[in-house]
């Protein structure tokens, strides 16, 4: 673990009382309702001591993952009113939440480092930054210390081990969740591989420590605010990315409660990957296999409403062909010669099913070593000007494709609809460190010894015609996009340059069956469009990243608006 901040950051729970709270030392330790506090790695039960003595719950409880700890969950859950049985599935439940909690919070969501560029680029001119937001060491230390003492009171504590990805693989890691949410409990059983299995292969290891909090204590002083425990007007998520630590206040929505998924498997894991030498990624991974059984694996990074998971789990209309899902939501990649690797609800509504019920699940979903990478696929939602597919000429191309990413704002975040919005690789609230830096690690792996990289693809379903009708039937129909790029990878000569990448020459994709699809408009480049795209991408990269942007990105812009101008 990094040693504790010199401006005061006290997250150190080895050397320091957490949070800086040394009166706490007098408290006792809540008493467990299940489990054994002794029992637990000496790492882990230091950690729940000190934050149990912090936030002060009723009980602790450490968590097993059994089916009858679920099955007592809940029901806890359903006595609350927090969740109610849907008839119509097997173990389906409804969880209605305030009106106030039903997103990502963006704006309060934070990298805290000793510098701000660290976290951040530092934007042109005076700007406001758009690529995270960066809290200093001693700023987080004051709105820890406003929120976390006694705000589990009368609640319990639930102790969470989990593991992102299958126990025991070299590619997992394990992160030690603390709770006062039964929902949050059963959703990362869900979500992780939950219970005591993670910490017999944790033993003395590492862990990413994780404290979560709905920020409604029942002290007996009045009623709570809502049924479901929030507290808005407090809600902050932080992230400690030089310690491993992750402390998540007020908020029981999953991207900011759930502390495993955004929080862990892409903000903290980009920076480990960073470290390391692999890539966290939001990204879905897709098994596809072709009619004379030849299999490939693509990973693709589209922004919310953009065909993610519809893409993960795909029902393709050509015949033949096979697609399973790996993954639907995020990645971790590492390259070696192998090549790896008017609606009745919210619109932000969300479900949590487990993998393992999908009937399309790859049968190497849960493989310890990972499945090969052959391709990767960004993507977006862009009614005009984008063609439906293309390819990039090289890494470098694709790497600034990917930076250049944009696609109509969705309901994931705070952002109202139908703006077109920057999203760099899929990553834009997500990125663990400064944007720029993070460009020049996915540039580095060209340079990595024995890297077998993979080729890169971008795709558009949701481009319009005049009268607002789309061009393309998109869902199942999408499989001859993917039929397009495996041959592809197969090495067939199927494209044809233009000034953005290659696009398939004329009659290279299948469209049989299909009916009338107006490919000319489908494919084509209008010049005053990609004119102002790239007006558009370079007062972004320049603003934006300003000074941290890769000279290899700007030359790739530079290049591309010579080919815009020769159009």
């Not at 882990?44 to 001591?49: K, Y």
């Not at 959703?187 to 299995?197: F, K, Q």
């Not at 892409?266 to 004379?292: C, D, F, K, V």
């Not at 999408?478 to 044809?496: H, K, M, P, T, Y």
Request: hydrophobic share 40%; glycine share 10%.
């Amino acid at each position: 673990m990094a040693t504790a901040y010199r401006p005061g950051l006290r997250l150190n729970w080895h050397v320091m009382s957490p949070w800086g709270w040394s009166s706490h030392r007098s408290l006792q330790t809540p008493p467990v309702l299940s489990g054994d506090l002794g029992q637990l790695p000496a790492e882990v039960q230091d950690f729940v001591e000190r934050s149990a003595r912090l936030c002060q719950p009723e009980g602790i409880h450490i968590c097993d993952g059994t089916e009858a700890e679920n099955t007592a969950t809940l029901t806890l859950l359903e006595q609350q009113g927090l969740i109610r049985k849907l008839p119509k599935y097997n173990n389906c439940w409804l969880a209605r939440t305030d009106p106030k909690d039903v997103a990502r919070v963006e704006s309060k969501t934070v990298i805290v480092t000793p510098s701000q560029r660290d976290t951040v680029p530092l934007p042109a001119g005076g700007a406001r930054g758009q690529l995270g937001n960066w809290m200093s060491p001693a700023e987080f230390q004051r709105a820890v210390d406003e929120r976390f003492p006694g705000c589990m009171q009368g609640r319990t504590m639930y102790v969470l081990p989990f593991s992102m990805g299958p126990v025991g693989s070299p590619l997992s890691r394990i992160g030690v969740q603390l709770t006062d949410s039964a929902y949050v409990v059963a959703s990362m059983r869900i979500m992780t591989r939950l219970g005591t299995p993670v910490l017999r292969a944790l033993g003395d290891g590492d862990f990413v420590k994780c404290l979560h909090s709905v920020g409604q204590p029942l002290t007996g002083q009045g009623e709570p605010v809502s049924q479901w425990p929030c507290n808005p007007e407090k809600t902050l998520i932080g992230h400690v990315p030089d310690q491993r630590e992750i402390v998540s206040f007020g908020s029981g929505y999953g991207g900011n409660s759930l502390l495993g998924k955004k929080c862990f498997a892409l903000r903290i894991a980009s920076r480990l990957a960073r470290a390391e030498g692999w890539l966290a990624e939001h990204m879905l991974i897709l098994g596809i296999t072709n009619p004379a059984g030849k299999k490939r694996y693509v990973a693709a990074a589209f922004p919310s409403a953009c065909g993610k998971t519809n893409l993960a789990m795909m029902r393709p209309a050509l015949p033949g062909w096979k697609m399973e899902c790996v993954g639907d939501d995020i990645a971790w990649m590492r390259f070696d010669s192998e090549g790896d690797k008017e609606p009745c609800a919210h619109p932000n509504s969300r479900f949590c099913a487990p993998a393992r019920q999908c009937p399309i699940m790859d049968p190497a979903w849960e493989a310890p070593e990972g499945v090969p990478i052959d391709a990767i696929i960004f993507g977006g939602r862009r009614p005009k000007g984008v063609p439906l597919i293309y390819e990039a000429f090289n890494w470098c191309h694709g790497v600034f494709v990917g930076s250049a990413m944009r696609s109509e704002s969705t309901a994931a975040a705070e952002h109202k609809g139908k703006v077109i919005m920057h999203d760099p690789f899929a990553m834009r609230p997500f990125f663990g460190y400064n944007f720029g830096h993070y460009l020049e690690h996915w540039l580095s792996m060209e340079g990595r010894k024995g890297a077998r990289l993979p080729r890169i693809f971008h795709v558009n379903w949701f481009r319009r015609d005049e009268a607002g009708r789309f061009l393309w039937p998109g869902f199942g129909e999408n499989a001859r996009v993917l039929d397009w790029i495996c041959r592809r990878l197969e090495g067939e000569d199927s494209a044809r340059e233009t000034p953005i990448g290659l696009v398939p020459k004329e009659g290279a994709l299948d469209l049989s069956g299909l009916g009338a699809i107006d490919t000319t408009q489908l494919f084509s480049l209008p010049k005053d469009f990609w004119e102002q795209e790239v007006r558009d991408i370079r007062s972004y990269l320049t603003e934006q990243v300003n000074q941290d942007l890769p000279k290899e990105v700007l030359a790739e812009l530079e290049a591309l608006e010579g080919r815009v101008r020769r159009m």
